[in-house]
């Protein structure tokens, strides 16, 4: 998933990467080295946290060299603003009940509100695509995660782009019998707004584009 993230990102020539979670799949101490694997897109590669990134999964991937977390912050990439928000829920060594998670996400949504209002961001990375409503119509774009598959959308005048994973179904791959593909999407922006998505799929280990 990494190699084909890299690749892409060089065949591209993106400006930045915008990695929206489950960068981990069990939230084991033995992932953690993993974040070493993060270095040398030769771009800058911003990371929030989805619900599969355990807390102290979360510390090693931010602190991994070549990688910004950027929960609650905002950075720029050539003058476009990005506002990171990692997943307030997680479920890494327990089963949460699907109440619970809704609860924690509608908890979590005044605080990412506010700060689209303090920061006026062009862009929301979030994980969870569930949590954009409670930003749509008040910024152009929200960049998501958690579905393991591509869909883009368009809310309240808000383009709601759901990445797929370059990773497909990460360790899932070993313990299911779908065979899901690996996704990304390059999004396209020209003086700070959004005019392009390209979905990008790559099927089986064949390599069919």
Do not use: W
């Not at 383009?159 to 313990?175: E, H, I, K, N, R």
């Amino acid at each position: 998933g990494l190699n084909l993230a890299r690749d892409l990102a060089r065949s591209f020539e993106v400006d930045a990467i915008v990695d929206t979670g489950d960068t981990t799949s069990f939230g084991l101490p033995i992932e953690e080295p993993f974040s070493d694997l993060l270095d040398d897109f030769g771009v800058p590669y911003y990371f929030v946290a989805g619900n599969h990134d355990s807390m102290a999964n979360r510390r090693a991937i931010a602190d991994a060299p070549g990688v910004t977390s950027i929960d609650r912050r905002v950075v720029e990439v050539n003058g476009l603003r990005i506002l990171g928000f990692d997943d307030p829920v997680v479920t890494t060594t327990r089963t949460v009940p699907k109440d619970e998670r809704s609860r924690t996400m509608e908890d979590a949504e005044p605080e990412l509100r506010a700060l689209v209002e303090q920061k006026s961001p062009d862009v929301v990375a979030i994980h969870n695509p569930a949590m954009a409503s409670a930003v749509t119509g008040e910024v152009p774009v929200v960049m998501a995660g958690h579905l393991h598959r591509s869909v883009t959308t368009a809310q309240d005048g808000t383009a709601v782009a759901v990445a797929g994973s370059t990773g497909a179904t990460g360790l899932g791959s070993l313990t299911v019998l779908a065979d899901k593909p690996y996704q990304a999407q390059v999004l396209r922006f020209d003086e700070g707004e959004l005019v392009a998505i390209d979905n990008i799929e790559l099927i089986g280990t064949s390599g069919n584009f």
